[in-house]
């Protein structure tokens, strides 16, 4: 019978400080997301600060002409925000129904087959690349569909945007409704369908009742979308600022106005460059609120199911 | 059919709800919805037809090695297909890396504290922040703070930080199917926790952060506002050469040939578009094979 | 009372092993007093205190529930993975404390191996199965030499000689629990713990282990968890029945019943609660 000889001390640290340098590395790695956001608060804040120094901010909030590169320059920003919120809303008007007739037939229709082929084809729709859509608003929708339907739809109109963005958010909304019905519970749906109700009735009766503050998550979630977007607006919705709830007329967003002064020259430190700044604070904040609104119908639908 | 075959079918087709669905409204319903799920559809197609009608004729040889020209006979993507190419190289060099090197923090070491419940939560926000707003950020630190200069480079590290949720995401997913016997086999060997990461658990997971890096530069190619706000250039009439020259990409150079009053170059663009969606399907392909081929169904 | 067959299987046992009597033991592997392990505040086990013998097979058995796995894992610091695992009392591990806070659990693994229930090689080829223990902890040196040593200590050599770069998973599932073991073994422990190491495995491959765990005794102490009796009458030296029961609080957990020699526990036990398990009254 071999003799082992007793082993010794359990206590030897091996390569342990190498590893700790790894550790911290790691964690470097994470803690880089919040250098992010700070670095997005920071440098939105910097030149915005800087800018409200020179333009009281309720003229820039209540302000309706803007024109910082005119003599006399104008800083309201009300025109901008129009835009944006009213080529926001056409599109989440298009997305919305769509986007939910969609989920409502993934979910309580579809095959599992069906569902497993039809999903990721409306995904394909999610990785078309912005630019591709702006192009399809300005030299198709346009031209072809408005107008003819819409008489006095201008060459660059924000109808036209607001439908195609809402197209490009549809899977947006459409997975975000679809998750919160399949969370559903089915014994809820089974004891409808006991009674003979139809697959309409149950989706519309119970499941859209039960799922209804996921649906809204997506719902707000589209919209904070639909209001960030840039491409589809700055190629099909104009590049003049225009205070008007018009949708045929031209218009000019936020984001449009931040492309058109980054493809200009204007020199670091003088107002135009200030003025993309105090926008992009604006969009941050309109959508960071969306965000956390969002956050908080699937905190409470999540406290439901799980 | 027996008694109980018949019986177990109008069971089941009571139990879905399919029975009573022979009235008009129940049947205009379902027509409603099947609209719902062809809209995206037609639109596609619709989309795809049209590009390719526009661009098809002008997509050729010297498209894909002529520079941009004031004339749209002689247009080509050159220079902003270098451009796209040595973006996504930096991208992936750079975002790779950190993204992993997160989604591992994440997954195999940190503590079931607030703090890093903190960070997710940060990375789920970030995922949400418009593209634009990192053009923003990355003009005032990579371009100006950072002297990096309206480069590939600041272009890169721009892209990278807006990309990098998905790849974390996507990695952390990848790492959680691996199945904990297998870290509990190497621990009970004496491997510490890094060793077991770095030899064991990541090596299983790479097929999976692999494709969610895909994901991410397939959502990249396609970016166009961020770098139009650190300053890419529209007309570029040299193809880069280094990761601090000025550039422009697939994207932006279609946006800059939409934009123009002639048009001629309705038909350039689309050629444009017709090769950035070619390059994102193949993307797309080799991300959907590297998945079927290597992911391991624990 | 126990039936004749068993009796007479045990008494065979003994005569087999030549004699190592209860007076060549020698200083235990692992003393452990008064030793208690609960999860998030739950206990799992108490109330263990017992001596595992060197060179010996210790058998850990019981009904579900009585903590015998939460038992072994403690032994090894496996169980510092689970979250809001605790341990105390004292588990001395030859003579020094196994959770003396200057200790290394990792160091502690590598001395103490593992044999888990579900075979869980590792997705590589066998060589590097084996290659890796070795890798980390800095045997490297003729490191062929080392993986085939190891190979043939867990009667695998033959199997697989001819071709060590194929991947792991291809072997069934008898090979991949001996590649296990032979995995643990090449990273040189004195003591191996196997946790139901048969019982995902057909009767044939469980009879080759069982051979395989008498041959590794000669080198290693063996402690086994094992839901099957008849497989601890079998292969042990030392038998401990635990068993799930609640406290004066009225909290359910596992408790450490009756320690003693296999052929007492299975022929003559001193508590009723042994007996009616080993005779198969209840459990």
């Known amino acids: ?306 | 059919m027996n008694a109980v075959a018949v019986a177990g079918k109008a069971a089941s087709s009571i139990a879905t709800g399919k029975r009573a669905e022979r009235s008009l409204r129940a049947m205009v319903f379902t027509l409603l919805l099947l609209l719902c799920m062809l809209v995206g559809f037609v639109v596609l197609t619709t989309l795809l037809v049209d590009v390719l009608q526009k661009g098809i004729g002008h997509l050729n040889r010297e498209f894909l090695t002529n520079l941009d020209s004031r004339i749209a006979s002689r247009a080509g993507i050159y220079p902003a297909l270098l451009g796209s190419l040595w973006l996504m190289g930096l991208t992936a060099a750079i975002s790779f890396p950190l993204g992993i090197g997160a989604a591992v923090y994440l997954e195999e070491f940190a503590p079931r504290n607030r703090f890093t419940a903190f960070l997710e939560v940060n990375i789920a926000n970030l995922a949400a922040v418009p593209s634009i707003i990192y053009g923003l950020l990355g003009l005032a630190v990579f371009v100006r703070a950072m002297e990096m200069g309206r480069s590939i480079l600041a272009g890169a590290m721009t892209l990278t930080l807006l990309i990098l949720p998905v790849v974390i995401v996507a990695s952390r997913e990848a790492l959680r199917a691996v199945p904990d016997y297998i870290r509990h086999g190497a621990y009970a060997v004496g491997a510490t926790q890094w060793q077991t990461v770095w030899r064991q658990t990541l090596p299983a997971a790479l097929p999976g952060t692999m494709t969610g890096m895909i994901l991410g530069l397939s959502r990249a190619i396609g970016e166009t506002a961020p770098l139009i706000t650190l300053g890419a250039l529209t007309y570029v009439n040299f193809a880069p050469t280094g990761p601090l020259d000025r550039f422009t990409a697939m994207p932006i150079q279609i946006f800059n040939w939409v934009s123009r009053p002639q048009s001629e170059y309705q038909q350039v663009a689309a050629a444009g578009i017709i090769l950035l969606l070619a390059v994102l399907l193949t993307m797309n392909a080799v991300a959907i094979f590297l998945r079927n081929r290597y992911e391991r169904k624990w | 009372m126990v039936s004749e067959e068993t009796r007479v299987r045990v008494d065979v046992e003994a005569l087999r092993r030549g004699g190592k009597g209860e007076d060549e033991l020698g200083e235990p592997v692992f003393q452990l007093r008064d030793l208690e392990a609960s999860y998030s505040g739950k206990t799992a086990v108490r109330g263990v205190t017992m001596d595992i013998p060197r060179n010996r097979i210790t058998a850990l058995i019981g009904p579900s529930g009585c903590g015998k796995s939460t038992l072994i894992r403690c032994l090894n610091r496996m169980n510092d993975l689970i979250p809001g695992a605790k341990v105390e009392g004292t588990a001395l591990y030859h003579s020094q404390d196994l959770y003396d806070p200057a200790v290394d659990p990792v160091e502690v693994r590598r001395h103490i191996g593992m044999v888990f229930q579900k075979p869980n090689p590792f997705p590589k080829s066998i060589h590097e199965n084996i290659a890796f223990g070795l890798r980390v902890n800095k045997m490297t040196d003729e490191l062929g030499h080392r993986v085939e040593r190891a190979l043939r200590a867990a009667a695998l050599w033959d199997e697989v000689k001819r071709d060590l770069k194929q991947n792991a998973l291809a072997l069934s599932g008898g090979q991949q629990q001996r590649l296990c073991i032979a995995r643990a073994i090449a990273v040189e422990p004195d003591t191996i713990l196997m946790d139901e190491p048969c019982s995902a495995l057909d009767p044939i491959a469980t009879a080759r282990i069982e051979d395989l765990m008498g041959e590794l005794k000669d080198r290693y102490s063996i402690v086994i968890v094992t839901h099957n009796m008849q497989q601890a009458a079998r292969v042990s030296d030392r038998t401990a029945f635990l068993t799930a029961e609640a406290d004066e609080a009225g909290h359910r957990s596992g408790l450490l019943v009756e320690y003693d020699r296999t052929d007492v526990i299975f022929t003559n036990p001193e508590d009723k609660r042994t007996e009616d398990y080993v005779t198969g009254r209840f459990g």
């Open chain 1, 1 to 306: 019978m071999a003799e082992r000889a007793i082993p010794v001390s359990l206590t030897r640290r091996r390569r342990r400080r190498g590893e700790q340098l790894i550790k911290v590395a790691l964690l470097l790695c994470g803690v880089l997301s919040v250098a992010t956001t700070l670095g997005i608060i920071g440098s939105l804040a910097f030149e915005t600060v800087s800018f409200f120094q020179v333009v009281p901010v309720t003229t820039y909030l209540t302000g309706t002409q803007w024109g910082p590169t005119f003599t006399p320059p104008s800083f309201g920003v009300l025109p901008l925000v129009s835009a944006t919120v009213l080529i926001a809303f056409i599109g989440i008007v298009v997305a919305f129904p769509i986007g939910l007739g969609s989920a409502i037939y993934l979910s309580e229709y579809a095959s599992p087959r069906v569902r497993k082929v039809l999903k990721p084809a409306l995904e394909v729709l999610a990785g078309i690349p912005t630019v591709v859509f702006g192009y399809f608003a300005l030299t198709f929708v346009t031209p072809t569909v408005l107008e003819r339907i819409v008489p006095g739809t201008n060459v660059f109109n924000a109808l036209s945007a607001g439908v195609v963005i809402g197209i490009m958010i549809v899977p947006l909304v459409a997975s975000l409704s679809e998750d919160a019905m399949r969370a559903v519970p089915f014994n809820l749906r089974e004891a409808a369908y006991g009674m003979g109700a139809t697959r309409r009735t149950v989706a519309t009766r119970v499941v859209i009742p039960a799922a209804l503050s996921g649906i809204a998550a997506g719902f707000i979630l589209g919209l904070s979308r639909a209001i960030g977007e840039t491409m589809i607006v700055a190629i099909a919705a104009g590049q003049i600022p225009n205070l008007t709830a018009d949708p045929r007329a031209p218009m000019e967003t936020m984001t449009a106005y931040i492309v058109q002064i980054s493809l200009g020259d204007a020199p670091y430190g003088s107002i135009e460059y200030k003025t993309i700044f105090a926008l992009g604070t604006t969009l941050f904040l309109m959508t960071l609120g969306l965000n956390v609104a969002s956050y908080r119908f699937v905190r409470r639908f999540r406290e439901r199911y799980e």
